[in-house]
């Protein structure tokens, strides 16, 4: 099992790489910088399994209604994302985006129920 600085990384670093990929959409120009990273650390978190620290927990209840619009908006690009791949059977970034991506789609499977 990972302690929590492990796992404070490895959140970070997926966060960091989902806000990456915000930029190739028009989520930037509807979205605070703010609520897109809470977005992003909330996404982070469901993929990962992992709990988000109480402090981000908070911010994230605190702006419960756009954190899910961009949550939403983020899922829906990067599901995107992978089917753009799929066919074009090219790879749009490293493979590890790719796995993350599917993980995302899991991930949201997991949050519908």
């Not at 930029?23 to 977005?39: G, P, R």
């Amino acid at each position: 099992q990972a302690d929590r600085g492990d796992d404070g990384q490895r959140l970070a670093a997926t966060a960091l790489f989902l806000a990456n990929d915000c930029f190739k959409s028009d989520i930037v120009l509807f979205h605070t910088q703010e609520v897109i990273a809470l977005a992003c650390l909330s996404v982070a978190a469901v993929t990962l399994q992992i709990e988000c620290p109480p402090r981000i927990r908070q911010r994230i209840d605190s702006e419960k209604q756009a954190v899910d619009e961009t949550r939403a908006a983020l899922l829906t690009l990067l599901e995107s994302s992978e089917r753009l791949a799929q066919k074009d059977a090219v790879s749009t970034g490293p493979e590890m985006g790719i796995c993350l991506h599917r993980q995302l789609v899991n991930a949201r499977a997991r949050n519908a129920s």
